[in-house]
């Protein structure tokens, strides 16, 4: 017996084809909401044909900055790419770390138009996400000697806001869900509220993590995993999303998902533990009922998962907390898509910007774009899905 996945995701606006490009300063650069981001799509849509490139610069503006203005910078980190899609997130550099200054803020206002005229030359037809930079923290902060620079950023963020909307582009506040987990932990655990932003500019793993989550969900990624709820009695699902289940043996079955869920660790446990990712976007649901009542030891590929109530087992699990050989395939592709982001950001942001000029810099760069693109193939096939077993095995009644 089979029973094949009903599709009921709704539409992805990733499309097959898609070159997406992330345009910003040191927060982007940080090569961390980009990768979860990349992770995401790959995870979520495993048949897509999508690249993506990260352009972020420390320090850069609106107008540019150590490493070219504005117009060098497109021509060099833009154009190459010919993206079809662009997310630029800047401004937390742009108020220059003082207090509000109306001759600053007009050069913000001019730069940033300049800058959408030359992505939208750059790229004709690129769909563009303007998006408000994640938060100049004083609440996990409250000592920085940058005191009241939180509102001068909220500032720049909200021209962004009312740009976005006088030109019918796609806006985004990064801002929102990173200031609330802070503000959450400072309510319910102030020692680690300052851990979400550690220097109140760049925010940690947990911070980008938020961030990658409302542009997944702008950008209509399946919220979900994958859902089942198998009937014991029968042997046959009575609910099933994103998945196909067959070879059912009594309570022992292969389930064949059409996607993967984020991989947790460490890293992400402010996220994981005090922020809406887990529940709004990383489902990974198994439901058994009518068990019989006892105690019960869930094995996926004969390892053992935990052992759960018929009670536990019929209200539902969410796979993704789980050591599941899902979420270990799922860590290696986020591990390859890191590996793949760091080759791209050295070739093009150290050895092209600080060698190009040196007769050996070619070698060095054909190599790393071949290791850029041997991670690439590597991740996507790292992403397919995969039959698992699955095996429930009663242990007490």
């Known amino acids: 017996m089979t029973s094949q996945a009903q599709s009921n995701q709704p539409e992805c606006s990733i499309k097959d084809g898609d070159r997406i490009l992330f345009y910003g300063d040191s927060i982007t650069e940080q090569l961390l909401y980009t990768t979860y981001v990349e992770v995401l799509v790959r995870t979520r849509r ?17 107008w540019g900055g150590w490493m070219g203005d504005t117009a060098t ?18 401004g937390m550099n742009d108020g220059g770390y003082v207090p509000f200054d109306s001759k600053i803020f007009r050069l913000f206002q001019e730069s940033y138009d300049l800058l959408l005229n030359l992505l939208t030359q750059s790229a004709p037809g690129a769909r563009l996400t303007l998006m408000k930079e994640s938060p100049f923290d004083e609440v996990g902060h409250p000592d920085t000697p940058f005191k009241g620079y939180s509102r001068v950023a909220a500032t720049f963020g909200e021209y962004v806001a009312e740009l976005a909307i006088s030109l019918g582009l796609e806006y985004l506040d990064l801002c929102e869900p990173v200031q609330s987990l802070v503000e959450k932990l400072a309510a319910s655990d102030p020692a680690r509220a300052g851990e979400v932003v ?10 980008h993590l938020v961030m990658a989550m409302a542009l997944a969900q702008a950008w209509n990624l399946a919220p979900h995993v994958s859902s089942l709820t198998f009937d014991a009695a029968t042997g046959k699902p009575c609910a099933i999303s994103n998945t196909g289940i067959s070879e059912v043996e009594g309570l022992s079955w292969t389930q064949l998902d059409r996607s993967l869920p984020f991989p947790w660790d460490e890293t992400f446990d402010l996220a994981w533990e005090h922020s809406s990712f887990v529940p709004t976007m990383n489902l990974h649901q ?20 935990g052992q759960f109530s018929a009670e536990q087992l019929s209200a539902g699990l969410n796979l993704s907390k789980y050591p599941t050989p899902m979420r270990k395939q799922a860590a290696e592709v986020l591990r390859l898509a890191t590996l793949r982001n760091r080759a791209f950001h050295t070739s093009q942001f150290n050895v092209r910007y600080w060698f190009a000029e040196n007769e050996s810099a070619g070698d060095v760069l054909g190599g790393l774009d071949r290791l850029e693109r041997e991670l690439n193939a590597k991740c996507i096939s790292a992403c397919q899905p995969v039959p698992h077993r699955f095996k429930l095995t009663l242990l007490t009644g």
Request: aromatic share 6%.
């Open 198 to 207: 550690p220097d109140a500019i760049h925010p940690g793993p947990s911070g």
């Open 286 to 305: 198994l439901a058994v009922r009518n068990l019989k009542p006892g105690a019960y030891r869930l094995e996926i590929d004969q390892e053992s998962i």
């Open 46 to 62: 495993p048949q897509l044909d999508v690249e993506f490139f990260t352009s972020g610069v420390g320090g850069d503006c609106t």
């Open 73 to 90: 910078r497109v021509k060099r980190d833009v154009a190459p790419f010919e993206p079809t899609r662009i997310t630029v997130m800047l």
